[in-house]
């Protein structure tokens, strides 16, 4: 399912994914030289972090990196807690087997009743994937 949400959300780095067909690759660098060219490995990490095949351009995807002491740590996982408005709405993919009460249930457990869940239909006008506004809420 793909999640829209606001851009402005402070704390949060936002950031397109770029799609291309060459793949990304982050440069080898030597331990001992990783300190003097932290900004290439950076760059490199940002990189791939955000690029993907042209198939998926369709997702129209951005990427979130928040630093790890916003996040709290359970079952050694890194969890950033989710502020009130940051997600607009869920869309389901055209193709997936979850549930739209499911997604709602799960939405709704989390205090996130305001997120609209939507489905993804294939257009009839173009080779295309929409959200159907309204078919789920």
């Given at each position: 399912?793909?999640?829209?949400?606001?851009?402005?959300?402070?704390?949060?780095?936002?950031?397109?994914?770029?799609?291309?067909?060459?793949?990304?690759?982050?440069?080898?660098?030597?331990?001992?030289?990783?300190?003097?060219?932290?900004?290439?490995?950076?760059?490199?990490?940002?990189?791939?972090?955000?690029?993907?095949?042209?198939?998926?351009?369709?997702?129209?995807?951005?990427?979130?990196?928040?630093?790890?002491?916003?996040?709290?740590?359970?079952?050694?996982?890194?969890?950033?807690?989710?502020?009130?408005?940051?997600?607009?709405?869920?869309?389901?993919?055209?193709?997936?087997?979850?549930?739209?009460?499911y997604i709602r249930r799960?939405?709704?457990?989390?205090?996130?009743?305001?997120?609209?869940?939507?489905?993804?239909?294939?257009?009839?006008?173009?080779?295309?994937?929409?959200?159907?506004?309204?078919?789920?809420?």
């Amino acid at each position: 399912f793909k999640v829209a949400c606001q851009r402005s959300l402070v704390g949060v780095e936002l950031l397109p994914v770029t799609y291309g067909k060459k793949r990304v690759c982050i440069p080898y660098i030597p331990v001992e030289a990783r300190e003097q060219r932290i900004e290439e490995l950076r760059l490199g990490f940002e990189k791939f972090f955000r690029y993907k095949a042209p198939s998926w351009r369709y997702e129209k995807e951005v990427r979130g990196i928040v630093e790890l002491k916003t996040c709290k740590v359970a079952d050694g996982m890194f969890l950033w807690p989710i502020p009130d408005g940051f997600i607009k709405s869920v869309i389901i993919g055209l193709r997936s087997t979850v549930s739209d009460l499911y997604i709602r249930r799960a939405l709704d457990l989390n205090g996130l009743g305001n997120v609209k869940v939507l489905r993804a239909t294939e257009s009839l006008k173009t080779y295309s994937v929409q959200p159907v506004s309204g078919r789920v809420s």
